[in-house]
């Protein structure tokens, strides 16, 4: 999984969500049969990890019940284990107990947590006993309050020293692989999640004690970019793909995203201007 994480290339994480709370409808796979053809479609356009979550945490939401998510999920990591045994996939959960269930069904995989670990106190501990990689993303209270508790002086220094914060965290529980997320939409205005893309380069790479840890960006659908279009979520690929061009130039190692083939495709076309400005440089 090392190298998944911690590629020379830019990586494309897919989204696959089984609840039907999820704020874009196309990302839901509500049966079986969807959801072995999505995860089966997004690894053939080439996603380098699928990321698959059963409790929606979107801003104003409700999350269901620890028994309810893993029911729901259930279902998926059978077919996983049995249809696509060897690919790479993320837990998106905020619940050590769902992590330790997973873990005993499937095996490794990485854990996506929107709390940092802090919405379940022995989220980190379950990391670093099963050696699992964990994202670690950035936000402020729950889904129903985050909204409210957008004040900040500088978001981009703030978020930084979070993320550095949590390092420290960490040297008690000692997790060994760490990606961060910024956590575009959660806790932030649209205008702090744009200044926040916008100094994103002084985030990644992000480096502690000789260790770098690569950053994650989920700007997919996002409202910040559907409500500003005046549009919906079903709408704004195009501004979507724009935004993960920006993202990728400001240094972002992994994009999380709701279109496999557009995201792929968009890392091609920076790997080829960053080749082509590098021969233009020694020339």
């Known amino acids: 999984m090392d190298n998944i994480l911690h590629g020379t290339s830019p990586r494309v994480m897919g989204i696959i969500n089984l609840s039907p709370d ?13 959801f072995r053809q999505r995860y089966g479609m997004m690894l053939e356009q080439g996603a380098d990890i699928i990321d698959i979550g059963a409790c929606s945490t979107r801003p104003g939401s409700t999350p269901v019940s620890e028994e309810e998510e893993w029911e729901l999920l259930k279902p998926a990591l059978k077919i996983i284990l049995r249809v696509y045994p060897h690919s790479q996939f993320s837990l998106d959960t905020f619940r050590s107990a769902v992590v330790e269930r997973a873990f005993d069904f499937v095996g490794d995989f990485i854990i996506n947590d929107i709390s940092a670990g802090e919405d379940d106190k022995d989220m980190l501990k379950t990391a670093a006993r099963l050696e699992l990689p964990f994202i670690a993303m950035h936000k402020r209270g729950t889904p129903q309050t985050m909204q ?3 004040d900040y002086d500088d978001v981009t220094a703030e978020v930084r020293s979070y993320f550095y914060d949590f390092l420290k965290r960490n040297e008690e529980w000692g997790v060994k692989e760490i990606l961060f997320d910024p956590g575009f939409g959660f806790a932030k205005t649209a205008n702090q999640n744009y200044e926040l893309l916008n100094n ?12 770098r840890y690569p950053i994650l960006v989920g700007l997919s659908r996002k409202s910040m970019i559907y409500k500003l ?3 919906s979520p079903d709408d704004v690929l195009h501004a979507t793909s724009a935004l993960n061009l920006v993202a990728l130039i400001n240094g972002t190692d992994i994009l999380r995203v709701h279109d496999v083939k557009e995201a792929k495709d968009i890392v091609r076309l920076y790997e080829t201007i960053k080749k082509t400005g590098k021969v233009n440089k020694e020339n």
């Open 200 to 211: 994103l380069s002084s985030l990644s790479p992000l480096m502690h004690n000789g260790v």
């Open 22 to 34: 999820s704020f874009y409808t196309g990302s839901r796979c509500l049966s079986e049969d969807e």
């Open 148 to 150: 409210s508790l957008c």
């Open 229 to 231: 279009l005046e549009s």
